[in-house]
């Protein structure tokens, strides 16, 4: 029996058809693999750009918020810090407490006494009162306050004598918006001067109140109010 026959060589063939096949397949999958792993690593890097780009772009966005509140102030305003001597007189001071300065700031200081035609031993409302304010506004040009910085606008306020109480109406304007601070100075029995105040955004949000010895008006405490968790994106300075 000779070994090269033709069965021998048919089996031969289908065995190395058999290899070939299988190699073949072997090789396939160890291009898949590869590719996939390719794919992977392609994704991973693409991943890793993708969170660099986001960094890249919040922190833009961060510093472009940052550049916008250095320029015009943010949200900020000046707050209002009023202290009462036993002389009758104040001291009225405007504080900016923020990290940013305010731009373009002017005090615009409504006076009623000033006004020649009302009768100062009863002083009618305050609101009331701007619609004849035209000869008792005194305008106060502070220009940039900067940040963590306390300004008076009268280092002594002098009440006057002949009333038992007076309002006044600061308006102080910036370049970011407005802030009106409503105060009221009033003499007890004792004839010892207490005051209050109420501070209100463009439209009219309250954002500080503070009453000595209950002495503001009962229209001045039904002003609205800005409480917790409101609208966060709303500013009361720039309202939509």
Same mark, same amino acid.
């Given at each position: 029996? *000779?070994?090269?026959?033709?069965?021998?060589?048919?089996?031969?063939?289908?065995?190395?058809?058999?290899?070939?096949?299988?190699?073949?397949?072997?090789?396939?999958?160890?291009?898949?693999?590869?590719?996939?792993?390719?794919?992977?690593?392609?994704?991973?890097?693409?991943?890793?750009?993708?969170?660099?780009?986001?960094?890249?772009?919040?922190?833009?966005?961060?510093?472009?918020?940052?550049?916008?509140?250095?320029?015009?102030?943010?949200?900020?305003?000046?707050?209002?810090?009023?202290?009462?001597?036993?002389?009758?007189?104040?001291?009225?001071?405007?504080?900016?407490?923020?990290?940013?300065?305010?731009?373009?700031?002017?005090?615009?200081?409504?006076? #009623?006494?000033?006004?020649?035609?009302?009768?100062?031993?009863?002083? #009618?409302?305050?609101?009331?009162?701007?619609?004849?304010?035209?000869?008792?506004?005194?305008?106060?040009?502070?220009?940039?306050?900067?940040?963590?910085?306390?300004?008076?606008?009268?280092?002594?306020?002098?009440?006057?004598?002949?009333?038992?109480?007076?309002?006044?109406?600061?308006?102080?304007?910036?370049?970011?918006?407005?802030?009106?601070?409503?105060?009221?100075?009033?003499?007890?029995?004792?004839?010892?001067?207490?005051?209050?105040?109420?501070?209100?955004?463009? *439209?009219?949000?309250?954002?500080?109140?503070?009453?000595?010895?209950?002495?503001?008006?009962?229209?001045? *405490?039904?002003?609205?109010?800005?409480?917790?968790?409101?609208?966060?994106?709303?500013?009361?300075?720039?309202?939509?």
């Amino acid at each position: 029996m *000779k070994f090269w026959n033709p069965s021998t060589i048919g089996f031969l063939a289908t065995l190395i058809a058999g290899l070939a096949t299988l190699w073949a397949t072997q090789l396939s999958r160890t291009k898949d693999e590869e590719k996939r792993e390719q794919e992977l690593s392609f994704r991973k890097e693409l991943d890793a750009k993708n969170t660099v780009l986001i960094e890249k772009s919040d922190e833009i966005a961060r510093l472009n918020r940052e550049l916008y509140k250095s320029v015009t102030g943010g949200e900020g305003y000046a707050k209002l810090l009023l202290g009462l001597r036993q002389n009758g007189r104040a001291i009225i001071e405007l504080m900016n407490d923020t990290d940013y300065p305010l731009f373009d700031v002017a005090a615009r200081v409504f006076e #009623p006494f000033k006004l020649s035609a009302i009768d100062k031993s009863n002083p #009618p409302d305050i609101f009331a009162l701007h619609r004849r304010a035209d000869n008792s506004t005194t305008v106060i040009d502070l220009g940039t306050v900067k940040a963590h910085t306390l300004v008076r606008l009268y280092p002594e306020y002098v009440l006057p004598s002949n009333v038992e109480e007076l309002n006044l109406d600061i308006t102080v304007l910036a370049r970011n918006g407005s802030v009106k601070h409503l105060i009221r100075f009033k003499k007890d029995t004792a004839n010892v001067w207490h005051s209050g105040f109420v501070s209100l955004g463009a *439209k009219s949000e309250r954002l500080a109140v503070e009453d000595s010895s209950n002495i503001l008006p009962e229209n001045w *405490k039904k002003l609205p109010e800005v409480k917790d968790g409101s609208d966060a994106n709303q500013n009361p300075l720039h309202p939509k």
